[in-house]
C-alpha cells in the first residue's frame, strides 16, 4: 500500500508540474505579444511625432523666410553679428 501511495502522490506531482510548466508558456506567450504590441504602439507614436517635429520645421522655415524677405537688410546684419559671436566662442 505505501508504494501505490508513493506513485499516487509522484504521479499527482507530476501532472502539477505539468499544469505549473503550461501556465508558464502560455504566460511567456501572453508576455510575448504584450511586448510586441507595446513596441507597435511606440514605433507609430515615434512616427507620428517625427512627422509632427518636420512639419514644425517646415513652417519655421517658412517663417524665417518671410521675415528675411520682409527686413533684408536687418536680417544681413543679424547674420554678421551671429557669425561674429559664434567665432569669438571658438576660438576662446
Known sequence: MP???KRT?????KDALDVVKQKARDLTAGAADAAGAAKDKAMEWSSAAAD???DALQDLGKELTKVVRRYPLQ???AGLVVGFLLARKMKS
Open 52 to 54: 509632427k517635429a518636420g
Open 3 to 5: 508504494e501505490n501511495n
Open 9 to 13: 502522490a509522484a504521479a499527482a506531482s
Open 75 to 77: 536680417s544681413v546684419l
